[in-house]
Each structure stands twice: as C-alpha cells, then as structure tokens.
C-alpha cells in the first residue's frame, strides 16, 4: 500500500509545532502571561491526541516496511505465513488510521470546548408538551451524569401537570458544546398522554436551544448598557421561595436580550449566573450568523442553523427514536430517555466529519 507523503510532512511540522509549544510552557514569561499560558495550554491539549495518533501510524507504517523486508529475506515457510498474515493485518489498519489522522487534522471549532447553557422549552402540546420537556430534562441530566458533566440550574418555569414549560440550565465539564450542540431545535414526541383519557396518542413537541458559554474577554458588557430588576424568587404553586429579593432580571438595552436567574438564594449568586447567560446569549448573535452559513452545507447541523428545524421523534408505542438529519433509529427508546445519548451523538458526529473532509477536499 502506497505511503501518503504529504500526509507524513503535515503530521511532522505538526510534532515540532507540539514540541515548540511544550518547551514555551516552561518559559517563566509564558507562565507570568496568564492569557497567553492559558491560550497556548489549550492548543498543547488539542494537538496531543493527533500527535499521538500520528506516532501510531508512523510506528505501524515501520511495521510494515520491517515485515516486507523480512518476507523478502526469510525463507522458512512457517515464517513467511506468519509474516503475510501479520501483513496484512497492518495493511487494512492503515487507511483506517489514516482516514482517523485526516479527521483529527481538520480544524476544530474554537466553540466546541466551551461550557453550554441549554434551554428547554413546551411547545405545541400544552400540559404534556411541558411533561415532555421535563422527560427531556431528566434525558440531559442523566446523560451529563455520565459524562461526569456538572449541570446547574438557573431558571425554573414549572408545568401545571408537572415538567417544565420553560428550563434554563448551565453545563460545564470538557468539551460540552462540541456534543451538546448537536441537540439545539425540536424534539417531537408520540404517546398516550398521562392527561388523556381515551388511550389516543398524541404528537406534542419540546424545543431545544444550546448556546456555547461565553467568556469574559468573548464580549464586552458595559454596566451602562444594562438594567437590572430585583423581584422575590417563586416556587412551585406560586409560594414564595424566599421573602428576600434574590432574584435578578438583567436586560441588554442595546439587544432587548432580557434573563433572570432565580435558583440560588443569594442574590449575588443569582447575578453572577445571569451575566453569564447574557454574556453568551449576546455572543450568540454573532455565532449565529456563522451557524446559519455552515447550516446550509451540513445537515448534522440544521439544529443549530435553524432551531426550528424538527431534528428528532420520539416514539414510545414502537419504542424508536428517530433523528431526522441523518435518517437514523434507534430502536432502545427507554435507554436514550435515560440518558443513553452516546449512539445518536456519534452517528451525527461521524456523519459531520464525512462531510467536512469532503468539505476540504473540494
């Protein structure tokens, strides 16, 4: 099998660019330079899975060459077998690693590493669209409890029947919006509600909106361009959580962009959260408008292009779910409620990569 030369310089410049930043992380004046340290931390942490991966298929392709070499030279039958079978054993695993290698090398999205706020909300559907979202709720959670992912919440709008009409939650761990984001538009669901009488099944829909978080120096906020409103925090059945003025409404005044945080009882908790949110809600404007261009290239991402987009189904008298955007059903619909995501998120991200490396290639 041919050796792709131009595939082994690119992966070379890579190691020596790998090594270079190495040696910059020992340097004291790197280190005084937080923004800088941290900058170039990232990028040591980003490129050591493809440089690992690269001295892989450097040390499979010497293996290679060293059993050619040896099948030229050996005579003893029993050991030119042996050498054959080790041959072509390797000789498959090798487009395999280099179609993993190509991967690797497109450019990563600077978002995907990011911290994710997710808002969740009843659609068409009224009493069991707001059940439905708080199903859909307990899914993420479950499933961000299996990635080791901290959710908290920040702002509660409860159901008359129970779930949810509106949930705001925020998602830190590594690289949540890389696999979060893939979960932005609507979710329909199909079943006999808890609130139906008659055993009819009904259709109802929960929206879904994923934006990466925001960092400090990622927007700029002048206290001048902000208003911000103190009310009591309300619980469930309209009783006052607390009797202090904890909760907190911010508006952007250039954007309209309002949100209110109300989860936690100290007010400066609660502010805290909610800058975070208007941080990355403005921030998102502008990410928007790079979304919506790659939206109509990709279908992986026509959840986050256009949020209006129905993205997936869930069926519960067959069982199945359904996403939309690559054709693809599961037939496990209790495990993916319980937050067994992982099979749909790598369907839509294998699919996202075959249509990027078609993308470079162009």
């Avoid at 696999?179 to 109802?204: A, F, N, W």
């Avoid at 936690?264 to 208007?278: F, T, V």
């Avoid at 987009?309 to 495990?335: E, M, W």
Wanted: aromatic share 6%; glycine share 6%; hydrophobic share 35%.
């Amino acid at each position: 099998m041919a050796i792709n030369n131009s595939l082994l310089d690119k992966l070379e410049a890579i190691r020596l660019h790998y090594e270079e930043i190495g040696q910059q992380l020992t340097d004291p004046s790197v280190i005084a330079d937080t923004k800088r340290y941290v900058k170039l931390n990232k990028e040591y942490k980003d490129l050591s899975s493809l440089v690992n991966a690269s001295a892989r298929y450097k040390n499979l392709l010497e293996n290679i060459h060293n059993t050619k070499t040896l099948l030229k030279d050996e005579s003893d039958e029993e050991m030119r077998e042996m050498a054959k079978a080790e041959l072509d054993e390797m000789e498959t695993q090798q487009p395999v690693m280099e179609e993993e290698i190509k991967v690797l090398l497109l450019p990563s999205d600077p978002e995907d590493s990011k911290n994710a706020i997710v808002e969740i909300r009843g659609g068409t559907g009224g009493d069991e669209a707001a059940i439905f979202a708080g199903d859909l709720f307990r899914m993420y959670a479950k499933f961000c409890e299996r990635k080791g992912w901290k959710i908290e919440v920040s702002n509660v709008s409860e159901g008359t029947a129970g779930g949810y009409k509106e949930v705001v939650f925020n998602v830190t761990g590594t690289g949540v919006y890389g696999i979060m984001k893939y979960e932005s538009g609507v979710h329909r669901v199909q079943r006999v509600p808890q609130t139906e009488t008659q055993g009819r099944i009904h259709t109802s829909a929960a929206s879904v909106a994923v934006l990466p978080e925001a960092e400090e120096f990622d927007v700029q906020l002048r206290q001048e361009d902000i208003r911000k409103d103190t009310y009591c925090s309300s619980g469930p059945g309209g009783q006052s959580v607390n009797t202090t003025y904890s909760a907190i409404r911010l508006t952007h005044i250039p954007t309209g962009i309002v949100v209110t945080c109300q989860d936690q009882k100290s007010q400066l908790k609660n502010l805290d959260k909610a800058m975070i949110e208007l941080r990355s809600r403005i921030y998102n404007l502008e990410y928007q408008k790079y979304l919506d261009n790659i939206s109509s290239k990709r279908k992986t991402m026509v959840s986050t292009g256009d949020r209006s987009a129905k993205i997936r189904t869930y069926n519960y008298p067959q069982g199945r779910v359904t996403d939309h955007r690559v054709n693809f059903t599961l037939y496990n619909l209790p495990a993916v409620m319980d937050g067994d995501l992982q099979g749909l998120i790598d369907k839509l991200q294998m699919e996202e990569n075959a249509e990027r490396l078609k993308e470079s290639e162009m």
